[in-house]
Antibody
Framework: QVQLVESGGGVVQPGRSLRLSCAAS????????MHWVRQAPGKGLEWVAF????????FSADSVKGRFTISRDNSQKTLYLQMSSLRAGDTAVYFC????????????WGKGTAVTVSS | DIQMTQSPTTLSASVGDRVTITCRAG??????LAWYQQKPGKAPKLLIY???DLESGVPSRFSGSGSGTEFTLSISSLQPDDFATYYC?????????FGQGTKVEIK
């Protein structure tokens, strides 16, 4: 069955960096586009970043542009989110999610990994 | 950016009620709209895509309609498992924005 497992979350000081990973299984990872979506405590969903199935196309939210980088390794079936210059406002649960190749909705989600930015 | 506005923010209903949630897009998005259900502490779950297509395995009491800028999610007969928060999301163009969510509570 389709499985997405995020890892790499934790407590980090403001200004530091963190890399999240999302390990995929149960489907042909290289055929699907992927997203990162986050949810701050008690808040709604916020789309963070998108990457095409082959990694040639990426988009990100203005709130993270220039600080976060989405990437993927299809040989390892893994999605990444490199986060730098972290701020308190980046505190959230980060979900990875799968998109059908040419469409951008999210048909499968991981359980999320929590990131807390605090001194 | 395309702003997505849901109403109401909170909805109180009883088991068996028909409920409707509205989502308005700040600009035309054709039918590029999805609906998700999220329960506390869990990941969102896709219910509807392309405004009205039911995701495989989702009960038929859920339905979606609309196009352009106005969309609705309906639950024909609310079940105990349906008490949750619902989000719309546009995927017409980046950034792929979500609505603020509608919490469906027990009356």
């Amino acid at each position: 069955q389709v499985q997405l497992v995020e890892s790499g979350g934790g407590v980090v000081q403001p200004g530091r960096s963190l890399r999240l990973s999302c390990a995929a299984s149960g489907f042909t990872f290289s055929a699907y586009a992927m997203h990162w979506v986050r949810q701050a405590p008690g808040k709604g969903l916020e789309w963070v970043a998108f990457i095409s199935y082959d990694g040639t196309e990426t988009f990100s939210a203005d709130s993270v542009k220039g600080r976060f980088t989405i990437s993927r390794d299809n040989s390892q079936k893994t999605l990444y989110l490199q986060m730098s210059s972290l701020r308190a406002g980046d505190t959230a649960v980060y979900f990875c999610a799968r998109s059908p190749t040419t469409l951008r909705y999210m048909d499968a989600w991981g359980k999320g990994t929590a990131v807390t930015v605090s001194s | 950016d395309i702003q997505m506005t849901q109403s109401p923010t909170t909805l109180s209903a009883s088991v068996g009620d028909r409920v409707t949630i509205t989502c308005r897009a700040g600009q035309w998005i054709s039918s590029w709209l999805a609906w998700y259900q999220q329960k506390p502490g869990k990941a969102p779950k896709l219910l509807i895509y392309r405004a009205s297509d039911l995701e495989s395995g989702v009960p038929s009491r859920f339905s979606g309609s609309g196009s352009g800028t106005e969309f609705t999610l309906s639950i024909s007969s609310l079940q105990p498992d349906d008490f949750a928060t619902y989000y719309c999301q546009q995927y017409h163009s980046s950034p792929y924005t979500f609505g603020q969510g509608t919490k469906v509570e027990i009356k």
